[in-house]
């Protein structure tokens, strides 16, 4: 019996070298990305509110977060603010877009996420995301902006420059973050 191949499969042989090109590139444009996404730490650095309690990390090559050393308990690090699904598909497809945040890390830590949540609700966010109100650590979350293929050349102002602007805004709030993470300490020894 022969094998019967769809006209797509045969369109794909027909036209395979260019095929192979498209995939090396696909896997050049995901580095080239991860580059452009972990090059976020290097321009908060440079920020006017870096200091050295301040520290940001790339997490895989779709998320960099940060925090500040008055948000750490032990080696866990309570309090992020970052950004996520920072991927081709989140940024150049129609995929789930990538997102900024404030997250807390600890499902022990509901009143610090409820206190946190009150923080910037009676704040108010300032155009910059929407406080959750689901039973995760989100706090805030922000839904970032796609660039269209089309769009590459303004990647920098269309995606990066929102992504630095949500850090940069939030880590504004670190005194405040600061005492409500030290209330939910402070409560956690006394219980």
Known sequence: MATMFSEESRLLLGNWEAYQDVLRAEKKLRVELQKAVMSVDLRLRKADFWKPAWHCQPNGFAQVYMWHDNWVLGTQKLVWIGVEGASLEGVFSDGAPASA???VSSDQALPLIGSLRKV???KGTEGFGEVESG?????????????LPEDADSF???F???VI???SHYAQYEPEITNAVREHLKKGKSA
């Open 156 to 158: 920098e102002s269309a």
């Open 165 to 167: 602007a949500f850090l």
């Open 120 to 122: 910037f609700a009676e």
């Open 135 to 147: 039973k995760g650590g989100y706090i805030v979350r922000q839904v970032l902006p796609q660039c």
């Open 101 to 103: 945040y404030v997250w």
């Open 160 to 162: 990066l420059e929102p």
